[in-house]
């Protein structure tokens, strides 16, 4: 008996061993194991669907797509994986793009070992930077995307150069800040030229072609460090020779400003990606997973509002690191909390009729009528753009070459951005420049695939920008130049200066100004990004504080009259990571003093803590600014705000500007008004880091201040005095115009 039951017993284990085998809830260790016995890493199960059950819970994706411009590449042997088993897990994720579809798997981006239904296992050999803040989940960023992005054949690799986007990306000055290092460095006295020398990383242009006609450079150094205490560990574990420059504009550089490049962890509070993510993955103001993706966490921030790649990006992505022009999106109050744009509905509407004739003569017949509204908004209230107003988004105007680099270094931004007011818009003597599309291969037909509405094609016209490349959303359409929204499909008539000719009639104007000198209504300025330096400096701004203005004009870089970034002085207190205030070195090595208080100078002798900064605000509108706001503006010129004294001596040496604010006067600081960027003389005060930029010397102010004197009888832009202005000012000396300008007075009115 007793051995009948233990038989029984050993018999119905037997029994459910077996049917414990066939049990649908054996977890995935049971099928894992069986799994990497079986001789083949493939499943049996039909080829027919891409995405299928190999078991119970067990999820897998056949790799079966080639790349879309090389058929004969099979994705799979790019990690020699065919099967993947990621969403077993992963199950609900979006697909990342049509150009990436499912049956291009997860590995061939982000690495792993894709077979393993172990978790540790299958994210052993992700691909992903340690150091960069944002996990195991980000294969783009920039030291290790040569691994997946800049694999070959994929964003790297072709025969076409504009097709690298991983060179061209690393040379950007997205990601080198050339300009934003080079600018505070020289301003700061740490380097005697403006041009750039100083990167984020180092970096060398060695592909046969730079242009220095333009700005290129040939390479740029990596960064000195402060001190040898501000070098990170793993940075001393990797390199034997690290500079440290113990300068105090390196420190901020990299403490501060550093937050903003390309590859950089985001600052606390603000979620982005980095590398190539961070332009191409949209994350909301909270950073909050909205996909459906059970192991990612929907409460947590810092993740990607979806699993999705946007090939354009939007101008909420944008704004992420270009806060100013947050501004530029919504009719607010400067010192509100912004909010994400709405999305624009699509349409083919053609806002404003017009014909040409001839792609190689363009015409237009737009009547030019003046849209009536308040002159200046007023300090802290914005007009919005009239770009953005009309729906358009940053990607409309800005190329892939602006934002991704061209493949070359430049040192500062005027020289990198290819796009100009005149690209699209021409000016008062010429017409927009055309180029034809003659080859199927053209990448202003690639590129446009991606874009709503109807793509590029053979023999249609495209706008030329100042690199001499086509625009690939600028086009002659139907006898027309038009803009069309990479996003939105939105055909936006583009109206030309030349056919303006009343308001673009004035000589001096055609040839000395830059368009934004008159069409820019309000500029920015931010002193929330400038704080004391220290161990423990004050914590930027959940917002920033914005002061906004009418623009004061200066000589931009291109030598036209530009709208100028007026910071104002600033006095600093510099001390060590330790708190220790820091000596002044002179040439001999000798201590003279300390950085305490210190209102420092550059190397051409002009204030550094004053700048004076061309730039294009992003602020333009179809109405230009008056003309008494700048021909009798002592503000607009950089003297600041007061009375012009003119004195007796020709040559403008008793000249001077009485300022209203007089606390610098008082307290024996300046004579000069704390915004001013120049003395009535034009000896400048403020320093400017563009090479070729300079406020207004002597000759400019007079000259623009005496036409100030015939505004009042003389206030449109198209009035014949202003053809010929010596000649005007020649009858101006004459018994007549004063009988004349005797008149005037006297009835009160101008003459019909």
């Known amino acids: 008996m007793l051995k009948f039951f233990k038989g029984l017993v050993v018999f119905l284990l037997a029994i459910s061993g077996v049917c414990s ?112 803040g944002t996990g195991k989940r980000n294969p783009s960023s920039l030291s290790v995307v040569e691994r997946s992005c800049g694999q070959l054949y994929c964003h790297a690799g072709h025969n076409d150069e504009n097709r690298n986007h991983i060179k061209r990306v690393k040379k950007s000055m997205m990601n080198t800040m050339a300009g934003v290092i080079s600018g505070l460095r020289y301003q700061w006295a740490g380097q005697s030229r403006k041009t750039a020398r100083y990167g984020t990383l180092s970096i060398t242009d060695n592909d046969g072609s730079i242009p220095k006609n333009q700005g290129a450079l040939e390479e740029l150094k990596k960064l000195p460090f402060f001190s040898s205490v501000t070098i990170p560990k793993p940075i001393l574990n990797q390199e034997t020779s690290v500079a440290v420059s113990l300068h105090p504009a390196d420190q901020l550089l990299r403490k501060k400003c550093f937050q903003c490049h390309l590859d950089s962890p985001p600052v606390k509070g603000q979620y982005r990606s980095q590398g190539c993510a961070t332009c191409h993955f949209e994350y909301s103001s909270k950073g909050l997973y909205e996909g459906k993706d059970p192991t990612i966490s929907t409460t947590e921030p810092g993740h990607a509002r979806f699993h999705k790649i946007r090939t354009i990006p939007s101008r909420s992505t944008c704004v992420q690191c270009h806060r100013a022009f947050s501004l530029q999106t919504l009719s607010i109050e400067g010192h509100e909390e912004l909010e994400a744009p709405k999305q624009i509905e699509p349409t083919n509407q053609i806002e404003t009729p017009a014909t040409v004739s001839t792609p190689e003569v363009i015409k237009s017949n737009l009547v030019n009528g003046t849209k009536q509204f308040p002159l200046f908004a007023g300090k802290g209230q914005v007009i919005k753009d009239v770009h953005t107003a009309r729906g358009m988004d940053c990607t409309d105007c800005h190329t892939l070459f602006d934002i991704m680099g061209d493949g070359n270094i430049y040192s500062k931004q005027h020289e990198s951005v290819e796009v100009r007011c005149e690209t699209c818009h021409g000016d008062a003597l010429t017409y927009p420049s055309i180029s034809q599309i003659t080859q199927a291969n053209d990448s202003a037909i690639r590129v446009s695939k991606y ?217 024996k600081a300046s004579q000069f008004d704390p915004q001013a960027k120049v003395s009535i003389r034009g000896e400048s005060i403020a320093g400017t880091d563009q090479p070729k930029a300079r406020t207004f010397n002597q000759e400019e102010i007079i000259r623009i201040l005496r036409v100030g004197n015939c505004i009042p009888c003389h206030d449109r832009y198209n009035d014949p005095v202003y053809q010929d202005i010596d000649q005007s000012y020649a009858f101006a000396r004459t018994v007549d115009h004063r009988r004349l300008r005797q008149k005037i007075l006297s009835l009160g009115q101008p003459l019909e």
Request: proline share 7%; glycine share 8%.
């Open 451 to 667: 874009y709503k509405g109807s793509s590029n094609k053979v023999d249609d016209w495209m706008a030329v920008s100042a690199h001499n490349r086509k625009m690939s959303n600028v086009k002659v359409q139907n006898g027309r130049i038009v803009a069309i929204g990479k996003q939105t499909g939105k055909v936006h008539e583009v109206p030309l200066v030349k056919d303006y000719l009343d308001a673009h009639s004035i000589p001096q104007h055609q040839t000395r100004l830059e368009c934004s000198a008159c069409h820019a209504r309000w500029v920015v300025q931010c002193p929330g990004c400038h704080q004391s330096i220290g161990p423990d400096p004050a914590p930027a701004p959940e917002s920033h504080f914005f002061d906004i203005g009418e623009p004061a004009l200066m000589i931009g870089p291109r030598g036209k009259v530009a709208p100028m970034l007026m910071q104002p002085e600033r006095h600093l207190t510099v001390t060590d990571e330790r708190a220790n205030e820091i000596p002044i070195l002179g040439r001999k090595g000798n201590k003279i003093g300390y950085y305490r208080e210190w209102a420092f100078t550059n190397p051409h002798g002009t204030s550094g803590s004053n700048l004076a900064y061309a730039l294009n605000p992003h602020s333009i509108q179809k109405q230009a600014r008056s003309c008494t706001s700048c021909h009798l503006s002592p503000e607009t010129l950089g003297l600041g705000t007061g009375d012009i004294k003119i004195g007796k001596n020709s040559t403008g040496k008793n000249d001077f500007i009485d300022t209203l604010d007089r606390t610098d006067k008082i307290l």
């Open 21 to 132: 085998v066939f049990a649908e809830e054996k977890d995935w260790t049971f099928w894992q194991d069986r799994l990497l016995q079986s001789d083949s890493r493939t499943s049996s199960l039909s080829n027919n669907s891409s995405v299928y059950e190999s078991a119970p819970n067990i999820k897998e994706v056949h790799v079966t797509a080639t790349l879309p411009d090389y058929p004969s590449i099979k994705v799979s042997g790019y990690r020699n994986r065919p099967v993947e088993r990621c969403i077993t897990c992963h199950d609900g994720i979006s697909n990342v793009s049509p150009s990436h579809p499912p049956e291009f798997g997860c590995s061939v981006c982000h690495g792993g070992e894709p077979e393993s239904l172990d978790k540790n296992q299958a994210h052993s050999t992700l691909i992903y930077d340690p150091a960069a």
